[in-house]
């Protein structure tokens, strides 16, 4: 996936906000002002995706794309690398996932709102 790709799947879900908190360098996309993906424009293109902590580790051990959080809680994020080796359907499961991890977090309230109930 390329960066326009990505930026449409994310503001496609519902209350998705973008910006750039911590630099030029690094789109972030917030779901209730919450992060869920953070993509790194400069160099190798590449995202981070909060991830259920067993299979952040079984993706890891699967694809040579996927590493650690950089920069982030190793346990519950990964770097996806962008370099068109993991099919697309895949990235999007895996935005998918971390945005609703992000959510069920939430008050009932929002998640609620959010979702649509």
Same mark, same amino acid.
């Given at each position: 996936?390329?960066?326009?790709?990505?930026?449409?799947?994310?503001?496609?879900?519902?209350?998705?906000?973008?910006?750039?908190?911590?630099?030029?360098?690094?789109? %972030?996309?917030?779901?209730?002002?919450?992060?869920? $993906? *953070?993509?790194?424009?400069?160099? /190798?293109? @590449?995202? #981070? +995706?909060?991830?259920?902590?067993?299979?952040?580790?079984?993706?890891?051990?699967?694809?040579?794309?996927?590493?650690?959080?950089?920069?982030?809680?190793?346990?519950?994020?990964?770097? %996806?690398?962008?370099?068109?080796?993991?099919?697309? $359907? *895949?990235?999007?499961?895996?935005? /998918?996932? @971390?945005? #609703? +991890?992000?959510?069920?977090?939430?008050?009932?309230?929002?998640?609620?709102?959010?979702?649509?109930?």
């Amino acid at each position: 996936m390329d960066i326009l790709q990505i930026r449409n799947y994310c503001l496609s879900k519902a209350e998705v906000t973008e910006g750039f908190p911590f630099g030029d360098d690094t789109l %972030v996309f917030k779901v209730n002002g919450k992060m869920f $993906a *953070l993509v790194n424009l400069e160099g /190798d293109l @590449s995202i #981070n +995706l909060k991830c259920d902590p067993e299979k952040a580790i079984e993706l890891r051990e699967h694809y040579e794309g996927v590493s650690p959080g950089y920069h982030m809680n190793k346990k519950q994020w990964n770097t %996806v690398m962008l370099d068109f080796s993991i099919d697309s $359907a *895949l990235i999007k499961q895996w935005i /998918d996932d @971390s945005y #609703n +991890l992000v959510v069920q977090n939430m008050p009932k309230k929002d998640r609620e709102r959010i979702q649509g109930y």
